[in-house]
């Protein structure tokens, strides 16, 4: 059984699916929805209501659309429906035909506002935006009547339809519930309903100069739909009054169960999507899928895996309460994952020569490396071995501290599926005192890794040959962030002050075994000793070895935080 025909851990929102399912409510059906704004890319945020909606339809046999709420027609594009509806399939999820844009409802939008103003429960008030936000008061103070509110049903009809015929320029009017100024619940002091915006919609083009604001959308698509349960975030809490209130006044056939539950969040990153549109266009990252960003798309290029942020997502559990979770505990799922299936090969981040003093000139050896420790069906291959290698420059020491146990003068070590070496010289730059390369002897008997006579050595070294191998560029990528909440930035200070310089470490002069001749974009290895790295989606490309570094062997940077 894969982790997702599981399903999602049961949590208290199946439990409730569960339960009404059992009552026979909405006739034992399930019907779900994920509904994203297109004003963004998504994130792992919304990978964990992705998750949770797509997984709640799957476990209960039920369906789960696919739905835009695109009511913004100043911030939403063409370009992020593309890339929403690319990651949710990315991610294993499918709609089917189940896909729905909230301004396919516009007109159905505009009938049930002209229905609550002949009810007498909405009226256009021509209060200027600052004016509305003075009198709506404040949690302590309740907010004042409009003068307009007492406007009479033919005129608030007539007002309406010419805000719709666009006789109006922007801000002049809106139209409102009538509700309650005084009510101890913000959203229900007359919310804003429609505002004149001429502005052309994505999908609509200029047939609409009004446009419903989200809170008169959003639960009103969800009954058109007939979605059962419908799962929302935390700071929804206070406006399902307010969603009730519509679909009851407006005598809505399909009355959808509105569930909160708490976002996510992660440290060192932002998850607001209003924060990383700021990230993109001030240029802090290159793009929206740039591997440092929590998008899904730059997730998906710094080399995480589908599987990976399924996990992770059923790990974290769905609570109804807040929390930040730990970016550990993303990368934890990561490695698990990559452990089992990732390919393991040889490669030298900062190389440093190493020439075998007693090697043949010109032998080459075809030694067998194991593929997959901890999958025997992925075989075996051959590297080559000469008389000129590779090693990394940080497994030599000229004068090694204590518990430094890879090569010094002196010292042998293990070079991995190969032989013992030792090193006995150095060569340097004579002006600037750079160690250039390594002149070490190796022994014929260790062939295979050990040796005949028993004696040990404290460490084994990757390494690549030097004629054979293949130059590449690999990029070394750390927390964007230096802080754990970068969003609670202080007074005076915006959260791009807390951005990481170090980042992003970009190495050119790498060497990889050849046998990574033809990576494809997006394949992901395990270089060994180094950690996980992804072929660039977009770089590795044309005879260009490019690749991320997804994520290190070892929590290197929990150490560090600890050391620190
Ligand atoms: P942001 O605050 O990042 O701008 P949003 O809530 O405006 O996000 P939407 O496009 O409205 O983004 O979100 C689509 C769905 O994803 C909503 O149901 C929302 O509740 C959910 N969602 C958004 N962010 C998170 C998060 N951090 N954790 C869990 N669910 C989230
Ligand atoms: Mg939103």
Known sequence: MTEQEKGPASNFIAAIVSADIRANKNDGKVMTRFPPEPNGYLHIGHAKSICLNFGLAQDFNGVCNLRFDD?????????????IKEDV?????????????????????YEFAVYLIKKGKAYVDSLSADEIRE??????????????????VEENLDLFERMKQGEFPDGTHVLRAKINMASGNLNMRDPVMYRILHASHHRTG?????????????????????????????????????????IDELELACHPQQIEFARLNLTYTIMSKRKLVRLVAEGHVQDWDDPRLPTISGLRRRGFTPEAIRDFCGRIGVAKKDSTVDMALLEHCLREDLNKRAPRVMAVLKPLKVVLENYPEGQVEELDAVNNPEDPAAGSRKVPFARELYIEQDDFMEEPVKKFFRLAPGREVRLRYGYFITCTGIKKDDATGEILELRCTYDPATRGGNAPDGRKVKATLHWVSAQHSLPAE????????????????????????????????????????????????????????????????????GGRLVFNRSVTLRDAWTKIKKKA
């Open 71 to 83: 009511t913004n027609p100043t911030k939403e594009e063409q370009q992020y429906i593309d890339s």
């Open 474 to 541: 690999v990029r070394l990528y750390s927390h964007l962030f230096t802080r754990e909440n970068p969003a609670a930035a202080e007074e005076g200070e915006d959260f791009t002050t807390y951005i990481n310089p170090e980042s992003l470490e970009i190495l050119s002069g790498c060497r990889l075994e050849p046998n990574l001749a033809d990576a494809r974009p997006e394949s992901i290895y395990q270089f060994e000793r180094l950690g996980y790295f992804c072929a660039d989606r977009h770089d590795c490309t």
């Open 206 to 246: 200029n047939t609409w100069c009004i446009y419903p604001m989200y809170d008169f959308a959003h639960g009103q698509s969800d009954a058109i739909e007939g979605i059962t349960h419908s799962i929302c975030t935390l700071e929804f809490e206070d406006h399902r009054p307010l969603y009730d209130w519509f």
């Open 135 to 152: 009198y709506r008061g404040t949690l302590t103070r309740p907010g004042r009547e409009s003068t307009y509110r007492q406007r009479s």
């Open 89 to 109: 399939r990315w991610l294993g999820f499918d709609w089917r035909d189940r896909l729905y844009f909230a301004s396919d409802y516009f007109e159905k939008f």
